[in-house]
Protein backbone atom coordinates (compact mmCIF):
# COMPACT_ATOMS: atom_id res chain seq x y z
CA UNK A 1 0.00 0.00 0.00
CA UNK A 2 1.19 3.41 -0.97
CA UNK A 3 2.91 5.51 2.26
CA UNK A 4 1.42 8.93 3.24
CA UNK A 5 1.27 11.30 5.53
CA UNK A 6 1.25 14.69 7.55
CA UNK A 7 4.33 15.96 10.04
CA UNK A 8 3.91 18.94 12.52
CA UNK A 9 4.53 19.37 15.92
CA UNK A 10 1.54 19.33 18.18
CA UNK A 11 -0.49 16.94 15.07
CA UNK A 12 -3.62 15.84 17.34
CA UNK A 13 -5.72 18.43 15.57
CA UNK A 14 -4.50 17.11 11.56
CA UNK A 15 -8.29 16.48 9.67
CA UNK A 16 -5.74 15.91 6.76
CA UNK A 17 -5.79 11.61 7.73
CA UNK A 18 -9.70 11.57 7.16
CA UNK A 19 -9.79 14.02 4.32
CA UNK A 20 -6.81 12.02 2.57
CA UNK A 21 -8.53 8.59 3.35
CA UNK A 22 -11.88 10.17 1.72
CA UNK A 23 -10.33 11.44 -1.63
CA UNK A 24 -9.06 7.54 -1.69
CA UNK A 25 -12.26 6.08 -1.38
CA UNK A 26 -13.43 8.29 -3.53
CA UNK A 27 -10.84 7.90 -6.30
CA UNK A 28 -11.01 3.57 -5.45
CA UNK A 29 -6.70 4.24 -4.66
CA UNK A 30 -5.09 2.32 -1.56
CA UNK A 31 -3.60 4.24 0.36
CA UNK A 32 -2.52 4.36 4.18
CA UNK A 33 -1.78 8.24 5.19
CA UNK A 34 -0.75 8.72 8.94
CA UNK A 35 -0.52 11.59 11.43
CA UNK A 36 3.03 11.87 12.47
CA UNK A 37 3.73 14.06 15.65
CA UNK A 38 7.73 15.00 14.83
CA UNK A 39 10.25 17.11 17.18
CA UNK A 40 11.91 19.91 16.08
CA UNK A 41 15.68 18.28 15.66
CA UNK A 42 14.31 15.03 14.26
CA UNK A 43 12.55 16.42 11.29
CA UNK A 44 15.27 16.46 8.40
CA UNK A 45 15.82 12.49 9.48
CA UNK A 46 11.91 11.64 10.01
CA UNK A 47 12.14 12.92 6.07
CA UNK A 48 15.02 11.01 5.11
CA UNK A 49 14.01 7.98 6.48
CA UNK A 50 10.03 8.16 5.85
CA UNK A 51 11.27 8.37 2.00
CA UNK A 52 13.81 5.99 2.09
CA UNK A 53 11.42 2.82 3.87
CA UNK A 54 9.40 3.98 0.21
CA UNK A 55 6.75 6.26 1.54
CA UNK A 56 5.23 8.15 -0.80
CA UNK A 57 4.29 12.15 -0.13
CA UNK A 58 4.33 14.06 2.68
CA UNK A 59 2.05 17.10 3.86
CA UNK A 60 3.99 19.29 6.44
CA UNK A 61 1.84 21.75 8.72
CA UNK A 62 3.07 23.84 11.91
CA UNK A 63 6.24 24.69 12.69
CA UNK A 64 7.85 22.98 9.69
CA UNK A 65 6.52 24.69 6.55
CA UNK A 66 10.14 26.79 6.26
CA UNK A 67 12.14 23.75 7.07
CA UNK A 68 10.67 21.70 4.93
CA UNK A 69 11.38 24.28 2.14
CA UNK A 70 15.39 24.54 2.98
CA UNK A 71 15.40 20.91 3.13
CA UNK A 72 13.77 20.60 -0.54
CA UNK A 73 13.81 21.69 -4.30
CA UNK A 74 11.06 23.99 -5.00
CA UNK A 75 8.73 22.88 -7.85
CA UNK A 76 7.94 26.06 -9.00
CA UNK A 77 8.87 29.86 -8.40
CA UNK A 78 5.60 30.59 -6.56
CA UNK A 79 7.41 28.22 -4.16
CA UNK A 80 10.37 29.94 -3.56
CA UNK A 81 8.42 33.07 -3.08
CA UNK A 82 6.03 31.93 -0.83
CA UNK A 83 9.41 30.03 0.94
CA UNK A 84 7.38 27.27 2.45
CA UNK A 85 6.42 24.07 1.79
CA UNK A 86 3.86 22.12 2.48
CA UNK A 87 3.61 18.94 0.38
CA UNK A 88 6.80 16.77 0.13
CA UNK A 89 7.43 13.73 -2.91
CA UNK A 90 10.41 12.03 -4.90
CA UNK A 91 10.67 13.21 -8.38
CA UNK A 92 11.61 10.49 -11.18
CA UNK A 93 15.67 10.77 -10.70
CA UNK A 94 14.91 10.31 -6.81
CA UNK A 95 14.79 14.31 -5.42
CA UNK A 96 12.96 15.54 -2.84
CA UNK A 97 11.00 18.26 -4.37
CA UNK A 98 8.48 20.62 -2.33
CA UNK A 99 5.26 22.28 -3.52
CA UNK A 100 3.05 24.31 -2.09
CA UNK A 101 -1.03 24.00 -2.12
CA UNK A 102 -2.39 26.68 0.43
CA UNK A 103 -2.27 29.27 -2.37
CA UNK A 104 -3.83 27.04 -4.40
CA UNK A 105 -5.93 25.66 -2.19
CA UNK A 106 -7.44 29.02 -1.35
CA UNK A 107 -7.78 30.56 -4.80
CA UNK A 108 -9.87 27.32 -5.79
CA UNK A 109 -11.82 27.35 -2.71
CA UNK A 110 -12.35 30.88 -3.41
CA UNK A 111 -13.53 30.41 -6.57
CA UNK A 112 -15.94 27.56 -5.20
CA UNK A 113 -17.43 30.82 -3.40
CA UNK A 114 -17.77 32.98 -6.62
CA UNK A 115 -15.07 35.32 -5.25
CA UNK A 116 -12.74 36.69 -7.84
CA UNK A 117 -9.50 38.64 -7.02
CA UNK A 118 -9.00 40.06 -10.68
CA UNK A 119 -9.02 43.89 -10.63
CA UNK A 120 -9.92 43.76 -7.24
CA UNK A 121 -9.35 45.81 -3.93
CA UNK A 122 -7.41 43.58 -1.41
CA UNK A 123 -6.77 43.47 2.05
CA UNK A 124 -4.44 41.06 3.57
CA UNK A 125 -4.86 40.92 7.28
CA UNK A 126 -1.50 39.23 8.98
CA UNK A 127 2.29 39.05 7.28
CA UNK A 128 3.35 35.90 8.72
CA UNK A 129 3.78 32.28 7.25
CA UNK A 130 0.01 32.25 6.18
CA UNK A 131 0.13 35.38 4.35
CA UNK A 132 3.56 34.73 2.84
CA UNK A 133 2.47 31.30 1.69
CA UNK A 134 -0.66 32.61 -0.61
CA UNK A 135 0.77 35.49 -1.92
CA UNK A 136 2.13 34.51 -5.10
CA UNK A 137 -1.08 32.74 -5.78
CA UNK A 138 -2.97 36.08 -5.19
CA UNK A 139 -0.41 38.31 -6.94
CA UNK A 140 -1.01 35.65 -10.33
CA UNK A 141 -4.96 36.74 -9.82
CA UNK A 142 -3.76 40.40 -10.81
CA UNK A 143 -6.01 42.10 -7.98
CA UNK A 144 -6.49 45.90 -8.83
CA UNK A 145 -4.13 46.81 -5.89
CA UNK A 146 -2.87 44.71 -2.15
CA UNK A 147 -2.93 46.52 1.43
CA UNK A 148 -1.49 44.46 4.00
CA UNK A 149 -2.12 45.32 7.73
CA UNK A 150 0.01 43.91 10.13
CA UNK A 151 0.71 44.63 14.00
CA UNK A 152 4.47 44.17 13.06
CA UNK A 153 4.75 47.02 10.38
CA UNK A 154 8.59 45.52 9.35
CA UNK A 155 6.74 42.09 8.69
CA UNK A 156 4.39 43.63 6.05
CA UNK A 157 7.41 45.89 4.88
CA UNK A 158 9.71 42.89 4.35
CA UNK A 159 6.46 41.02 1.87
CA UNK A 160 6.17 44.42 0.00
CA UNK A 161 9.88 44.47 -0.54
CA UNK A 162 10.06 40.76 -1.77
CA UNK A 163 7.16 40.80 -3.73
CA UNK A 164 7.85 44.24 -5.45
CA UNK A 165 8.93 43.19 -8.55
CA UNK A 166 5.57 41.06 -9.02
CA UNK A 167 3.14 43.74 -7.76
CA UNK A 168 3.26 46.62 -5.95
CA UNK A 169 1.86 46.14 -2.54
CA UNK A 170 0.57 48.77 0.28
CA UNK A 171 1.16 48.54 4.01
CA UNK A 172 -0.31 49.44 7.15
CA UNK A 173 -0.97 49.01 10.70
CA UNK A 174 -4.31 48.30 11.45
CA UNK A 175 -5.48 51.49 13.40
CA UNK A 176 -4.78 52.72 10.00
CA UNK A 177 -6.52 50.52 7.47
CA UNK A 178 -8.97 52.76 5.82
CA UNK A 179 -6.39 55.98 6.27
CA UNK A 180 -4.63 54.47 3.33
CA UNK A 181 -8.07 55.55 1.03
CA UNK A 182 -11.18 56.43 1.54
CA UNK A 183 -12.73 53.32 -0.44
CA UNK A 184 -13.50 50.27 1.05
CA UNK A 185 -12.41 46.71 -0.21
CA UNK A 186 -14.11 44.11 -2.20
CA UNK A 187 -12.23 40.98 -0.86
CA UNK A 188 -10.73 40.93 2.90
CA UNK A 189 -8.63 38.11 3.70
CA UNK A 190 -7.92 37.31 7.15
CA UNK A 191 -4.31 35.39 7.68
CA UNK A 192 -3.48 36.61 11.29
CA UNK A 193 -3.10 33.96 13.68
CA UNK A 194 -5.56 35.77 16.30
CA UNK A 195 -8.59 33.33 15.51
CA UNK A 196 -7.11 30.68 17.63
CA UNK A 197 -7.55 33.02 20.95
CA UNK A 198 -10.93 33.87 19.55
CA UNK A 199 -10.04 37.66 18.24
CA UNK A 200 -9.80 39.16 14.83
CA UNK A 201 -7.53 42.27 13.90
CA UNK A 202 -8.97 45.72 15.35
CA UNK A 203 -9.77 47.13 12.09
CA UNK A 204 -12.29 49.73 11.09
CA UNK A 205 -15.90 48.77 10.14
CA UNK A 206 -15.39 51.28 6.98
CA UNK A 207 -12.95 48.65 5.46
CA UNK A 208 -16.29 47.07 4.66
CA UNK A 209 -19.22 47.72 2.09
CA UNK A 210 -22.12 45.29 1.16
CA UNK A 211 -20.43 44.31 -1.53
CA UNK A 212 -16.93 42.76 0.16
CA UNK A 213 -15.83 39.41 0.29
CA UNK A 214 -14.48 38.50 3.77
CA UNK A 215 -12.37 35.18 3.37
CA UNK A 216 -10.72 33.23 7.13
CA UNK A 217 -8.10 30.97 6.12
CA UNK A 218 -8.64 30.15 9.86
CA UNK A 219 -11.67 27.03 10.54
CA UNK A 220 -13.83 26.02 13.22
CA UNK A 221 -16.56 24.69 13.71
CA UNK A 222 -18.85 27.63 15.16
CA UNK A 223 -18.35 30.69 13.41
CA UNK A 224 -14.87 32.08 13.64
CA UNK A 225 -14.34 35.93 14.68
CA UNK A 226 -13.19 37.17 11.60
CA UNK A 227 -16.44 35.62 10.34
CA UNK A 228 -18.48 37.09 12.92
CA UNK A 229 -17.00 40.28 12.53
CA UNK A 230 -17.51 40.30 8.86
CA UNK A 231 -21.10 39.45 9.06
CA UNK A 232 -21.91 41.88 11.89
CA UNK A 233 -20.46 44.91 9.48
CA UNK A 234 -22.62 43.32 6.41
CA UNK A 235 -20.18 41.96 4.13
CA UNK A 236 -21.96 40.45 1.62
CA UNK A 237 -20.23 36.98 2.42
CA UNK A 238 -18.19 35.73 5.06
CA UNK A 239 -16.80 32.27 4.67
CA UNK A 240 -14.13 30.58 6.81
CA UNK A 241 -11.28 28.13 5.91
CA UNK A 242 -12.83 24.82 5.71
CA UNK A 243 -12.80 25.19 1.82
CA UNK A 244 -9.15 25.80 1.74
CA UNK A 245 -8.36 22.86 4.03
CA UNK A 246 -9.63 20.57 1.79
CA UNK A 247 -8.80 21.88 -1.55
CA UNK A 248 -5.25 22.28 -0.55
CA UNK A 249 -5.64 18.71 0.15
CA UNK A 250 -6.88 17.86 -3.35
CA UNK A 251 -3.94 19.64 -4.97
CA UNK A 252 -1.64 17.63 -3.35
CA UNK A 253 -3.49 14.20 -3.34
CA UNK A 254 -3.54 15.21 -7.55
CA UNK A 255 0.36 15.85 -7.43
CA UNK A 256 1.40 12.45 -5.84
CA UNK A 257 -1.61 10.25 -7.18
CA UNK A 258 -2.73 12.06 -10.81
CA UNK A 259 -6.26 12.09 -9.49
CA UNK A 260 -8.65 15.03 -8.86
CA UNK A 261 -11.12 14.07 -6.08
CA UNK A 262 -14.95 15.96 -5.42
CA UNK A 263 -13.81 18.16 -2.62
CA UNK A 264 -17.48 19.63 -2.46
CA UNK A 265 -18.92 15.93 -0.84
CA UNK A 266 -16.02 16.25 1.82
CA UNK A 267 -16.89 20.17 2.73
CA UNK A 268 -20.34 19.33 3.06
CA UNK A 269 -19.86 16.17 5.55
CA UNK A 270 -17.24 17.81 7.78
CA UNK A 271 -19.46 20.68 8.03
CA UNK A 272 -22.51 18.20 9.20
CA UNK A 273 -20.14 17.66 11.56
CA UNK A 274 -19.78 13.79 9.90
P1 LIG B 1 1.54 31.96 10.48
O1 LIG B 1 2.68 31.15 9.95
O2 LIG B 1 0.33 31.17 10.90
O3 LIG B 1 1.18 33.12 9.61
P2 LIG B 1 3.05 33.70 12.13
O4 LIG B 1 4.14 33.75 11.16
O5 LIG B 1 3.36 33.65 13.59
O6 LIG B 1 2.09 32.50 11.87
O7 LIG B 1 2.08 34.96 11.86
C1 LIG B 1 0.93 35.17 12.57
C2 LIG B 1 0.26 36.45 12.10
O8 LIG B 1 -0.76 36.79 13.04
C3 LIG B 1 1.17 37.63 12.03
O9 LIG B 1 0.70 38.55 11.07
C4 LIG B 1 1.04 38.20 13.45
O10 LIG B 1 1.37 39.55 13.58
P3 LIG B 1 2.89 39.99 13.84
O11 LIG B 1 3.58 39.87 12.52
O12 LIG B 1 2.78 41.38 14.34
O13 LIG B 1 3.43 39.03 14.87
C5 LIG B 1 -0.44 38.02 13.65
N1 LIG B 1 -0.76 38.00 15.09
C6 LIG B 1 -0.59 36.96 15.93
N2 LIG B 1 -0.98 37.30 17.19
C7 LIG B 1 -1.39 38.60 17.12
C8 LIG B 1 -1.93 39.52 18.06
N3 LIG B 1 -2.11 39.19 19.35
N4 LIG B 1 -2.28 40.76 17.64
C9 LIG B 1 -2.11 41.10 16.34
N5 LIG B 1 -1.61 40.28 15.40
C10 LIG B 1 -1.26 39.04 15.78
Redesign the pocket.
Known amino acids: MKAFGVVGHPIGHSRSPEIHGQFALQCKLDIDYLKFDVEPEKFDSFVSEFFANGGVGLNIT?PF?EHAFRLSTPASEKVKLSK?VNTLYLNEIGELVGDNTDGPGLVKDLLNNDILLEQKRLLI?????????ILPSIIEKSPASITIA???IE??EQLQQEFSHLQSIDVVG?EDVDGVDTEPYDVIIN????GI?G?T?NISPKAVKSSTCCYDLMYSSDDTAFVKWALDNKAQKAIDGLGMLVEQAAVSFEIWLGAIPDTRAIVDRIRRGE
Not at 125 to 133: F, I, K, N, S, V
Not at 191 to 194: F, N
Open positions: VKALGAGGAARGNRTKAFATSLQEP
